[in-house]
């Protein structure tokens, strides 16, 4: 099944530092990858999402990601972080066209953000 | 307007009990997806419905668990005879049709003692 990896468990970033989140998909055709974030007791939000066309994609919130077909990845970045942005980021691929949209997520990298 | 609702909040229930939880997801959307995520395992696909089609149940890790969809909206997954594994914040998304962007309830804590 089509999954992908988030190589980072942990990022400490100074508040206004930019930001790179890390992740690598295994699939062989162009994969459906998506950015979700979760803040502490809150549900996930699609940060963006990649399908097909432009590699660089925009979300919410400032953040965007690049698909890098060469590189297996689809990193996630922001130029300027705020506080606001702690919480847990998934990285998710669709991981089978017979369960409809159904996501596979990383296992999350959580940010903290220092003052 | 109302984004995905799951009711409980919480539940905490005693090893071997049956547990019920809900799902009202976003009017009008068509597909309907449960997740579980647990500490040890992280974020899993547990079931898919699609309109009133059949149910994909390839990600329902035993078969103590079950869902349902009443009339294409509200769903109920079921778990029997709870184990402590079980223990986890169950995950409801829904979206417009199948291809489109998934918008997730607030969970379901559920504790298994």
């Known amino acids: 099944a089509q999954s992908v990896t988030q190589p980072d468990i942990h990022i400490t970033v100074s508040e206004g530092a930019s930001l790179e989140l890390r992740c690598n998909y295994s699939y062989g055709a162009t994969p459906y990858l998506f950015w979700y974030v979760q803040s502490p007791g809150q549900g996930l939000q699609l940060l963006l999402k990649y399908f097909s066309g432009d590699t660089l994609v925009q979300g919410i919130k400032g953040f965007e990601a690049e698909f890098k077909r060469s590189q297996s990845s689809f990193n996630l970045r922001k130029p300027s972080v705020h506080w606001s942005d702690a919480a847990e980021y998934f990285c998710a691929v669709v991981s089978n066209s017979n369960s409809g949209y159904a996501l596979n997520f990383g296992k999350g990298t959580s940010l903290l953000v220092t003052p | 307007g109302a984004g995905v609702s799951q009711s409980p909040s919480n539940k905490v229930t005693e090893k071997g009990k049956d547990v019920e939880l809900r799902c009202d997801p976003i009017?009008?959307?068509?597909?309907l997806y449960w997740y579980r995520q647990s500490l040890g395992q992280g974020l899993e696909f547990l079931i898919y419905?699609?309109?009133?089609?059949?149910?994909?149940k390839s990600g329902l890790p035993s078969d103590r668990f079950s869902a349902e969809r009443t009339g294409g909206s509200v769903s109920t997954l079921t778990i029997q005879r709870t184990q402590q594994e079980d223990s986890a914040v169950y995950l409801c998304a829904s979206s417009l049709d199948r291809e489109d962007t998934q918008y997730f309830g607030p969970g379901t804590r559920l504790t298994v003692l």
């Open positions: 009017s009008g959307h068509t597909a």
């Open positions: 419905f699609q309109g009133n089609s059949a149910p994909d």
